[in-house]
């Protein structure tokens, strides 16, 4: 797992920053993949655009999120 | 980890608690957001039994391109959360917003998921804030 | 049912081009993108993440190319089963080696000690995932670097919930399974 200061020499600086300054997301995200930038990055697009974009309440999405975390015994 | 946006907009830990655990007898969420939960859990345990008879039940409350937001979303979770499972790591940020290391994340949060109103978050997040006050300087 | 967006690609902004991107992969079929397209924007950063997985980084695209299918295989889903990445074939993946990848790999002498543990990375993450454990990681460091376990680890994870939620679309349905 990368440090923060690590993540914050790296290409995800920007994300980091952003996590840091508004408390969310949880940088762990970029943490744990940063090894690879690129891929990291181009999954966070993802996980946003997925997670924060679209018709469906996000309540309801946020819900689904932490019933499917606590079913795959996911402690992130 | 929450979503700082859910919970500005009113998402309590309850109304997940209940999502979660009884959302098939609860009167907190409507046949919509019912059958969207039923749709993560097959997804995530018997996705054989999404077929077509379920999605035309879905496609009583929800469009095409609703269902297809909810398909993905919930696919990229069933993909990930294992995957994230098996890495063993805990979120940076406490459920009070302080950074902290990965052992006090592991020790406030313990060792499987469960609700943040569980009795032994709540004492470990209490415990946790103890120590910042105690720390010399404060 | 879902139905790919019955639309001309450049009507979709974006969309043309994550379909031109997307041919790497399907060889025209663009059933996939066009599902996701109902989405402003879901099928540009689910194609973008998922195209990175597979055809960047460092792991070898043919071991990536086979995991990819092997997961299809056990979603039970025919559409990411059926399709197949040109550049792969290109670089001499043939459907021999494919089979061999998606059945018994432990015993086979193609596949050398690393891509072994990839397959076996790959096979238990959905079945086993309490075998996905620190012993596990320790004996893949000793093959591959973290940047490209978590590489792996990456698509696994993709492409195992997009096969899941495409192998629902498939169930008994029509117009959602590729045409090969």
């Known amino acids: ?76 | 980890m929450r979503s700082a946006s859910a919970k500005r907009n009113g998402l309590t830990e309850e109304r997940i608690d209940e999502g979660i655990d009884n959302w098939r007898d609860s009167d907190e969420f409507t046949d919509a957001e019912k059958l969207a939960l039923e749709f993560s859990e097959l997804m995530q345990f018997e996705p054989e039994k999404i077929d077509d008879a379920f999605y035309a039940r879905l496609g009583e409350h929800y469009s095409t391109p609703e269902m297809v937001e909810l398909g993905v979303f919930i696919g990229f979770n069933v993909g990930y959360h294992t995957f994230f499972r098996t890495l063993d790591f805990y979120p940076m940020f406490t459920p009070d917003g302080r950074l902290v290391s990965q052992e006090e994340s592991r020790r406030i949060y313990g060792e499987t998921p469960v609700s943040h109103r569980d009795d032994r978050v709540v004492r470990a997040l209490a415990e946790s804030m103890e120590d910042v006050d105690d720390r010399p300087g404060r | 049912m879902i139905d790919p967006v019955d639309e001309r690609a450049g009507a979709v902004p974006g969309l043309a081009e994550t379909e031109r991107s997307f041919t790497q992969l399907s060889g025209g079929d663009a059933t996939f993108p066009r599902i996701l397209a109902h989405v402003p924007g879901y099928a540009e950063a689910m194609w973008g993440a998922m195209s990175e997985a597979l055809f960047e980084g460092a792991v070898d695209h043919r071991l990536k190319e086979i995991i990819r299918i092997r997961l299809a295989r056990t979603a039970g889903d025919p559409y990411f089963s059926n399709l197949r990445s040109t550049s792969a074939a290109e670089s001499g993946l043939n459907e021999d080696l494919i089979e061999a990848g998606c059945s018994d790999f432990e015993s086979d002498p193609r596949f050398d000690e690393s891509e072994k543990w990839a397959l076996r990375y790959a096979s238990r993450m959905y079945a086993d995932p309490a075998g996905v454990d620190s012993v596990f990681y320790e004996e893949g460091k000793r093959h591959f670097t973290e940047a490209q376990i978590m590489e792996l680890g990456g698509l696994i994870a993709l492409f195992h919930g997009m096969a899941v939620f495409m192998s629902t679309l498939g169930n008994g349905g029509a117009g959602t399974r590729a045409v090969v």
């Open chain 1, 1 to 76: 797992m990368l440090e923060i200061d690590d993540l914050l020499e790296s290409e995800l600086a920007g994300f980091v920053k952003k996590c840091l300054r508004h408390r969310a997301p949880d940088p762990a995200f970029h943490a744990i993949q940063g090894h690879n930038p690129a891929l990291s990055k181009a999954l966070y697009i993802a996980w946003g655009t997925v997670f924060n974009t679209g018709a469906i309440d996000h309540e309801l999405k946020e819900i689904i999120r932490v019933q499917l975390s606590r079913a795959a015994l996911c402690n992130y």
